[in-house]
């Protein structure tokens, strides 16, 4: 019985996740909003009412999407943050590296700042939405930590203003990645997204920082 009870598990955190990585895949290609179960059902292999033995209805869908995202998002930030050394990377790097790597993210995974973005048009306050503050918070704090390093390391112009600096660098990759769902070229942000960043460090550093090994 515990075998059984263990195969039948993986098989629904398989299909669990199986049906996360569709609707990321679709919500790349048209508005979240307008796929449906049957959708979902169709690019897994499944019937739509299989997909009701996963997930109580499609709410609990999107929030399982959001869940992998901010999983996902902040182990790619952090492990970007911390760089392949036996030491930390300078702050500044950091910054610079959890910037490309964010990029790097959205172009991988286009479907995510969709859902995101719709989700935020929403004017009540819904379980999606809390999530996706939840995101941001934790994004935030991890910002506004390497600043605060910087700006006890002397790197950053006297009287900085470490709260706007954190609303500008997210607004700087989010800017980014806006404008790449208008124009439909995902891909450019990788050319585009190194002088955006040099820019933004243009505004609050004492110096460009040099190049390391470890700088992506």
């Known amino acids: 019985m515990e075998l059984i009870t263990q195969r039948s598990r993986q098989t629904t955190d398989s299909r669990q996740a199986g049906l996360v990585m569709a609707a990321l895949q679709l919500a790349a ?7 449906t179960t049957a959708d979902l059902a169709r690019a897994v292999g499944i019937t739509q009412g299989a997909v009701f033995r996963h997930f109580a209805n ?5 929030l399982a999407v959001l869940d992998w995202t901010t999983d996902s998002l902040l182990a790619r930030l952090l492990s970007a943050a911390a760089g392949h050394g036996d030491h930390p990377l300078p702050p500044l790097h950091a910054l610079q590296a959890i910037f490309a790597a964010h990029v790097d ?6 479907g995510v700042p969709r859902v995101i973005f719709q989700e935020l048009q929403h004017a009540q306050d819904t379980a999606l939405k809390a999530r996706v503050r939840d ?35 997210l607004g700087a990759v989010q800017g980014l ?9 995902v891909q450019a942000m990788a050319a585009q997204a190194p002088g955006v960043f040099t820019i933004y460090l243009r505004g609050i550093a004492r110096s460009a920082i040099p190049p ?4 992506p």
């Open 29 to 35: 290609q048209r508005s979240p909003a307008d796929i």
């Open 135 to 169: 995101l941001m918070q934790q994004y935030r704090m991890l910002v506004m930590g390497l600043l605060q390093r910087a700006q006890m390391q002397n790197l950053l112009l006297p009287g900085t203003d470490l709260p706007s600096a954190v609303v500008l660098f």
């Open 105 to 110: 993210f959205v172009m991988e995974h286009p």
């Open 58 to 62: 499609k709410e609990a869908i999107w």
């Open 177 to 185: 990645v806006m404008q790449s769902l208008v124009s439909g070229q």
């Open 212 to 215: 390391t090994e470890s700088t």
